[in-house]
């Protein structure tokens, strides 16, 4: 199997870079904006502005063809050499700015418009976004259609992109595809803005009365976040389509923010998965398909789209993160979970043998009695587990009459009892409970106390050397 | 504007405020003394935040003006610190407490400009002062409630303003919170300082304060507690709002 993938990696060429670099590139300028627009817990915006800003780039881009027809700007030339990667700088220099502008207005337009229905609308904030985005990129393809003899856009593209094609799309003479350009230059602005306002981002994100106190106009910062998401997604948008804009603007800043609690850790871990996901989507587009399609009999299947499987990888680092994360991580919290439980076992059955060897020393007749609370036979596989690890420990002795509890354990199980009598003392003289009730809450309560609580407990009691049932509340050794 | 005081740390002339053209407050009239710690007391709904964030311009008033020492906000912002109310952010956000606090020299720091060292030693200098210096890394959603109060206190008191505007501090607090921040209070005063307090808890407001200002949509009374704080103005203060003004209030947001 794993020859098979390094032979169907094999077929991995030039273009094949550049695609992953278009994707990445175009992954890596989403995250900047993808994080912040996440902290203000506005992630849905930028879904939104996704599709808003489809009519925008549509006018922009017939407006600039529009301009080249009537002459007012020069149209693509044909010549050669340097003097054509120049040529094709500026011309697509020239487009982006245009669609930039174009996508930063509808986007910002979008975010009023949503704000105005919001507000008179008098509906909640995430339906007016809904109503607007919806109408918006209803909008957009409309225009599409309606210009479609002029603006060589295909609704589909749109869409889904098409990051293979862009791939091709080179600039001049050069192999290197102006989407690289493009997107290169949009991660580069999106780094160097964060850098710069990175103080202004964080209080007018976390604390925007306080920014405004301090003259800061969060408003401001707000519309200019729109425009930057807004001009960073028409970036992306070629080569990777509306739907996948949303998931890099937040799958790799959501899978970062699990994995870290520091912001400007967070930022970065963003660009990293997102690097990550994008060149990890390419390598499985073109191996897992057919790999598993040649076994599910179709070996026509050569791949599959890049951009589709560069949200899959991305998915899964944020799964990997869902998991793994070293403070929200559900491994860590199963971990804690399985820990506590072992240790209440353990606890519980030093705590058993400690009453069952009390109650021999008083009472021997009792003893058989109670005989089964140290049988191995009668327990559970993980009081077992439990059992077999105080064994280790030397906190019990197997012997051929049943276990008994070592010096240590018995230390360990007075402390135990010490807790659970002490909180039986303790319930009894703030509550009118029955015994048994005391008994029942002591029992889960016993294995949380520790000294600090146990020594305010008991000298809240006086001190006390019996606990409501007339059992004597042990010491252990070292504390006497 | 004759009738400002230069001297007084906030002075509000004939302000009325507005949500959507409902007014929630009506031609407050009020200069603060200087030097004392004033109780902002009223119920729910009297507009006391509102008051807060008028004046600091957070939300507009229709009409009237405010000065800060003689001078309008915008040049005297650097002199006055605003504690906002503790639920009005998100304490998930990523950052420690000591972040949040540098929070409070963004202003000093200007645009571009990163904190360096020097504004992290005052901002833990100020995190001391509230008891809090060892919680200086902790992040701040796994501080209590009341410690997230108390970082919010140590941010308005890094900007050693002259005057402080704090919304509801003593809001679900813990004890030791409550005493840290009287005994924090006193310190300011004592410093000259001028503090302006929202505060819901009657019983308190003889012990805390000097002043009390009495506000329920409109001004009812101010001055020093001993001679303002009457059983009198309290039942006027908490006697129901006045009807009339909420009918002319609900017109002039329908008409």
Redesign the interface.
């Known amino acids: 199997m794993f020859t098979e993938f390094f032979k169907r990696l094999s077929v991995w060429e030039g273009i094949d870079t550049w695609i992953a670099v278009t994707g990445a590139l175009a992954a890596m300028a989403c995250a900047l904006p993808g994080t912040w627009l996440l ?1 203000r ?1 506005q992630s849905l915006l930028g879904d939104a502005l996704s599709h808003a800003v489809l009519p925008g780039i549509v006018l922009a881009y017939l407006g600039v063809s529009w301009m080249e027809e009537i002459g007012w700007l020069a149209a693509p030339a044909t010549g050669s050499g340097a003097a054509r990667v120049a040529e094709g700088m500026s011309l697509v220099a020239r487009r982006q700015l245009a669609l930039f502008a174009g996508a930063a207005l509808s986007g910002v337009f979008a975010a009023v418009l949503s704000e105005v229905i919001q507000r008179w609308g008098r509906v909640e904030r995430s339906a007016a976004l809904g109503v607007v985005f919806t109408s918006m990129f209803a909008l957009g393809l409309l225009l599409i259609r309606l210009f479609a003899d002029r603006a060589h856009l295909d609704p589909g593209c749109v869409l889904y992109g098409n990051l293979e094609a862009t791939a091709f799309n080179r600039l001049g003479d050069t192999t290197i595809p102006q989407a690289v350009i493009v997107n290169g230059g949009m991660l580069l602005v999106n780094a160097l803005l964060t850098l ?5 981002l ?2 007018s ?3 925007p ?2 920014a ?5 106009r969060p408003s401001l910062i707000s519309v200019a976040l729109m425009s930057v998401t807004a001009a960073t997604v028409v970036a992306a948008f070629e080569s990777v389509g509306a739907i996948l804009v949303i998931a890099m603007l937040i799958i790799p800043a959501a899978t970062a ?1 699990l994995l ?4 400007s850790t ?1 930022l970065f871990l963003g660009i990293v998965v997102a690097a990550v996901g994008s060149v990890l989507g390419h390598v499985m587009a073109i191996t897992l398909p057919a790999m598993i399609c040649s076994r599910l009999g179709m070996p026509q299947v050569e791949d599959a789209s890049t951009a589709g499987m560069m949200t899959v990888a991305a998915c899964g680092c944020f799964l990997l993160a869902v998991f793994l994360s070293p403070r929200h991580g559900m491994a860590r919290a199963w971990y804690e979970r399985w820990r506590l439980k072992l240790r209440i076992v353990r606890e519980d059955l030093l705590g058993g043998l400690f009453r069952r060897e009390e109650a021999a020393s008083s009472q021997p007749h009792a003893a058989n009695r109670q005989a089964t609370v140290g049988d191995p036979v009668r327990l559970s596989w993980f009081q077992r587990l439990g059992r077999q690890s105080l064994i280790r420990q030397g906190l019990i002795d197997s012997g051929s009459h049943g276990d008994s509890l070592t010096e240590s354990g018995t230390a360990a199980a007075q402390d135990l009892v010490r807790s659970h009598r002490l909180w039986e003392s303790y319930m009894a003289r703030h509550f009118a409970l029955p015994d048994a009730r005391l008994h029942d809450t002591a029992e889960k309560v016993e294995h949380f106390l520790g000294p600090e609580l146990q020594a305010e407990i008991a000298a809240e009691l006086d001190q006390p050397t019996m606990d409501p049932h007339g059992k004597v509340i042990p010491t252990p050794p070292e504390r006497l | 504007m004759s009738n400002h005081l230069d001297s007084s740390p906030l002075s509000i002339h004939d302000m009325t405020v507005a949500y959507q053209r409902r007014p929630v407050l009506w031609d407050i009239d009020y200069s603060a003394p200087s030097g004392k710690l004033i109780a902002i007391v009223g119920p729910n709904g009297a507009g006391k935040s509102t008051l807060i964030k008028a004046v600091l311009q957070l939300i507009p008033a229709a009409s009237g003006d405010v000065v800060f020492f003689g001078k309008p906000y915008r040049e005297q912002a650097g002199r006055i610190g605003y504690v906002p109310q503790r639920t009005s952010v998100d304490w998930d956000f990523p950052i420690d407490a000591l972040g949040v606090v540098a929070m409070g020299l963004y202003r000093k720091i200007g645009w571009f400009r990163p904190v360096t060292k020097k504004y992290r030693l005052q901002a833990l200098a100020a995190l001391e002062r509230v008891g809090l210096a060892e919680f200086a890394s902790r992040q701040i959603s796994q501080l209590s409630g009341g410690q997230q109060q108390r970082v919010f206190l140590a941010r308005a008191l890094v900007q050693d303003a002259d005057l402080y505007l704090m919304d509801e501090p003593f809001a679900g607090v813990d004890a030791a919170t409550e005493r840290a921040i009287v005994d924090l209070l006193r310190e300011l005063r004592a410093a000259g300082k001028t503090a302006l307090v929202v505060h819901h808890d009657l019983q308190t407001v003889a012990e805390y304060f000097d002043e009390v200002l009495l506000l329920n949509m409109r001004l009812i009374a101010s001055g020093p507690v001993e001679q303002v704080f009457t059983t009198e103005n309290l039942r006027r203060t908490y006697g129901g709002k006045l009807a009339l003004l909420d009918q002319v209030g609900y017109r002039m947001s329908h008409k």
């Open positions: 902290l817990r710069l306002f990175f103080k202004e964080r209080l994100t976390f604390d009365d306080l405004a106190a301090q003259g800061m923010r870290s609690d520091r912001l967070i």
